[in-house]
């Protein structure tokens, strides 16, 4: 139920303060973000890093991640990050990592989140603070973002001993 909730709030919030009118220039990012998510379900089906424990079954809570919560995350996120100042970038940056991080701390005392493979919260909180630096380098240079994601993506197969091949 809390999950529920958790998405209740997400669209609410987006519904209040998400940037509806530019949607459009947002999108290219959502779409990143949501394939990136989705690329990690595919090459991580046999051997997951992080999973999601909830009322519905897995695969449409998968989707509705990608397709529901990612982007109301995007229109939160982008519109409000700061034009100058690097402080302020990094502040916006944590604090955004912060409140992914806090939300999953939450929920794994409530059992609704499990690491297994090695994962631990601490590679959360520092891929948190990778993945919301990287929607912005996205939404001002795909390019870089595509690269870095590859590379990123590639050493997390490495060091975590992902296999490419599914069973």
């Not at 009118?21 to 992080?50: A, C, M, V």
């Not at 701390?105 to 609704?112: K, S």
Request: aromatic share 20%.
């Amino acid at each position: 139920m809390e999950d529920v909730l958790l998405t209740i709030i997400t669209i609410a919030s987006t519904w209040k303060w998400g940037d509806w009118r530019h949607w459009k220039q947002y999108y290219s990012t959502i779409l990143f973000w949501s394939l990136g998510n989705f690329i990690y379900l595919y090459l991580t089906i046999d051997k997951p890093l992080w999973e999601f424990s909830t009322i519905i079954p897995k695969s449409l809570a998968d989707l509705l991640m990608g397709l529901l919560i990612f982007p109301c995350v995007c229109l939160l996120f982008l519109p409000y990050f700061p034009d100058k100042g690097i402080v302020k970038k990094l502040l916006y940056i944590c604090l955004w990592a912060f409140l992914f991080s806090f939300i999953e701390l939450w929920a794994l005392q409530i059992h609704h989140f499990f690491y297994s493979n090695g994962w631990k919260f601490l590679y959360s909180v520092i891929f948190n603070l990778g993945m919301f630096t990287l929607l912005q380098i996205h939404y001002k240079e795909p390019r870089w973002a595509w690269i870095i994601s590859l590379i990123t993506g590639v050493t997390i197969m490495i060091i975590f001993k992902i296999p490419l091949n599914h069973k």
